[in-house]
């Protein structure tokens, strides 16, 4: 059994989350309640990452592992899963991939937090631009990629992109991505069904 410090509103524990599910082990992970902040410190986090950030997993043997991007491969590991390729031009292509969703999700974090962590009065509207402009530049180099995705969650990089569009319908619907992003929007569409990526839908 794993032990997960799990957040329904996270993006990176949706990530691990997909992948538990793909590779058949999401039945062996116990979801532990936490209250992941960027200022308030939750000191339950911190007992498995110091970070204090989520997903952050203990395995059946005691280990600590953070951030999601280790508890991914790790998990494939213990499943002997293909989530993510083993070498050549396709595992590369795929832990790039995996760091475009990320850096997505990361710029989409931090402006999210800009206005809704820092108080109004501090809130810079430059910061909150240069972190958008993050998201569309993400967003533009998806779209010409998309027509090559597989339309099922079966490597780590479609996951976390998969995963950072849908953080951006949970939290920036008014960005209205799709509008000029055809074949994203198309590739989404379809993806987003996959029964993993059903499962994890976030929530309030």
């Keep these: 059994m794993f032990k997960l410090y799990f957040a329904p509103t996270s ?22 309640e936490s209250a992941a902040h960027p200022v308030r410190r939750d000191e339950r986090i911190a007992a498995f990452n110091p970070l204090a950030k989520v997903p952050a997993m203990q395995t059946a043997d005691g280990l600590m592992l953070y951030d999601s991007r280790v508890i991914c491969e790790y998990l494939d590991s213990q499943a002997v899963g293909s989530l993510f390729p083993r ?27 800009e206005t809704v962590a820092r108080p109004a009065d501090k809130q810079w509207d430059g910061w909150l631009d240069g972190q958008l402009t993050k998201v569309w530049a993400a967003l533009a180099e998806i779209e010409k ?60």
């Design 87 to 113: 070498e050549g031009q396709p595992r590369w292509l795929s832990l790039t991939r995996q760091a475009l969703g990320d850096g997505l999700l990361d710029a989409a974090m931090l402006a999210r937090y």
């Design 11 to 32: 993006p990176y524990v949706r990530k691990v989350m997909v992948s538990a599910h793909c590779l058949g082990l999401s039945e062996r992970i116990e979801k532990l």
């Design 145 to 204: 990629q998309a027509p090559h995705f597989s339309h099922v969650p079966d490597d780590i990089g479609l996951i976390s992109l998969g995963c950072g569009l849908g953080y951006l319908d949970f939290r920036f619907a008014s960005l209205n991505w799709r509008a000029g992003h055809p074949a994203t929007a198309a590739w989404f569409a379809e993806f987003d069904q996959h029964p993993a990526m059903v499962a994890t839908r976030p929530f309030e």
